[in-house]
């Protein structure tokens, strides 16, 4: 039997590889300037590469708590963030910012959250 790992690692592969004809096939029809190439790349190989791989694992692996699974995500969303919005310039670094922003705090408010109901609950009974 196939564990999720396995399953995942294969999705995140197979992600990657699809993302990379996406970005090769609309650079080839839309001729994207290099700064908009950046963050194309930047959308496609960190959701599919990623974010998708940590979802799906937190859906059906129970063995590593969910905070763990939005703390790497959360990381990696903004190591390649800076990475691919620093020497980018403003309109397209404002997009990377646009994109890690919302992302970042969503998962810093579901954690308080998650906190907040842990600590709740605690209290209660």
């Known amino acids: 039997m196939v564990s999720a790992e396995t399953r995942a690692g294969v999705l995140t592969l197979a992600g990657v590889l699809c993302a990379a004809l996406v970005l090769r096939a609309v650079d080839a029809v839309v001729r994207l ?69 919302p992302t970042v705090s969503v998962i810093v408010l579901s954690e308080v959250r998650d906190g907040y109901q842990s600590v709740v609950g605690n209290e209660v009974t």
């Open 33 to 101: 300037a290099p700064s908009w190439h950046t963050v194309a790349a930047f959308v496609l190989f960190t959701a599919f590469g990623f974010v998708v791989p940590q979802l799906y694992l937190a859906r059906v692996d129970d063995t590593v708590p969910l905070s763990y699974r939005r703390g790497f995500v959360l990381l990696v969303v903004l190591f390649f963030g800076a990475a691919a919005g620093g020497p980018l310039s403003p309109p397209a670094s404002w997009v990377v910012w646009l994109l890690v922003g």
